[in-house]
């Protein structure tokens, strides 16, 4: 890829998705970590929940409920595991 396509999509990132002191972005953190769909989306709910609204309660409550999917898929999988 060539340099200035990297800064063109590095653009297209809100700033509330990238770190303040590192420029870590919420992607890559999930990304490097092999996280899941449901936990992924939970950290980065909650990795914004203080930059994108006045309060961060909305945030938090999307990453509670990403995490309760997560604990339904679980409590699914052990399940279907222990009927086997």
Do not use: W
Request: with cysteine.
């Amino acid at each position: 890829m060539l340099y200035i396509e990297i800064e063109e999509m590095q653009k297209k990132i809100p700033n509330y998705y990238i770190g303040k002191i590192h420029g870590y972005e919420a992607r890559k953190i999930i990304e490097d970590y092999e996280l899941n769909y449901n936990i992924g989306t939970a950290v980065s709910y909650l990795l914004r929940a203080n930059r994108k609204h006045k309060t961060s309660k909305e945030c938090i409550e999307k990453a509670r409920e990403h995490l309760r999917f997560e604990l339904e898929r679980l409590q699914l999988h052990d399940k279907n595991k222990t009927t086997k």
